[in-house]
């Protein structure tokens, strides 16, 4: 079966900080992707990143990385210079490939709240 | 463009009535997903089509709920009887088509719905 744990339920940090959300994933599946969501206090969810498992490198993307990890099942987020506007919870999702059997359906992590102080 | 829409925003019914929760994907997006998220939780996945076939309604909790998408464009979220425990956010997502076995791309979600059911 397929599952996403994001072990941090709450992190607070101070604006400037660096932090690190987790995601752990489960997959029996050699193809798939992983992607990270935002969804603001206003309660949408945006897009973040997608990735698929066959690319492990690492991407930037201005203040935010990513790290894939296969060995260790993981694709981290990373927030360099945190600002308050960062404040938001943050989903990790898991899609099996998209084929005869599979619909590319998202199982989602149950998030992490990010706070960024002033 | 023009995003995924959902309508209403927010629906108040009374225990044991029908609502239908509307979905107008991203023009040019033939696959659609619709998830349910309670509060503090990830969306759970309910169905998928493609086109106006609709492929997996594993997700579906019960047959109290339905979805179609007659044309193959806008979608319409069905619930039946509605009961307390059907509160939550429904959410549309669309993405571009998938034209490769084994290719997932990021799905664009709409603003919810949020169903209130008293």
């Known amino acids: 079966a397929q599952k996403v744990t994001q072990a941090q339920t709450e992190i607070s940090v101070v604006e400037k900080e660096d932090v690190t959300l987790d995601c752990v994933y489960e997959t029996r599946d050699t193809t798939y992707y992983l992607f990270w969501y935002k969804q603001p206090p206003s309660g949408e969810l945006v897009f973040l990143i997608r990735r698929n498992s066959f690319d492990e490198q690492n991407e930037i993307s201005g203040r935010y990385s990513w790290n894939f990890q296969k060995s260790t099942s993981s694709f981290n987020f990373t927030i360099t210079a945190s600002q308050v506007v960062d404040s938001a919870v943050y989903f990790c999702a898991l899609s099996e490939a998209w084929g005869s059997s599979n619909t590319g359906k998202l199982i989602f992590g149950q998030g992490t709240t990010l706070q960024v102080k002033p | 463009g023009a995003g995924v829409s959902q309508s209403p925003r927010y629906k108040v019914t009374k225990r044991g009535q029908d609502v239908a929760l509307r979905c107008d994907p991203i023009s040019g997006h033939v696959s659609l997903y619709w998830y349910r998220q309670a509060l503090g939780q990830g969306p759970e996945f309910l169905t998928y089509f493609n086109y106006e076939a609709q492929q997996d309604k594993s997700g579906l909790p019960n047959d109290r709920f339905s979805a179609e998408r007659p044309e193959g464009s806008i979608s319409t979220l069905t619930i039946q009887r509605t009961e307390q425990r059907d509160s939550a956010m429904y959410r549309c997502?669309?993405?571009?088509?998938?034209?490769?076995?084994?290719?997932?791309?990021?799905?664009?979600f709409g603003p919810g719905t949020r169903l209130t059911v008293t």
């Open positions: 997502a669309s993405s571009l088509p998938s034209v490769a076995t084994g290719v997932s791309y990021e799905q664009y």
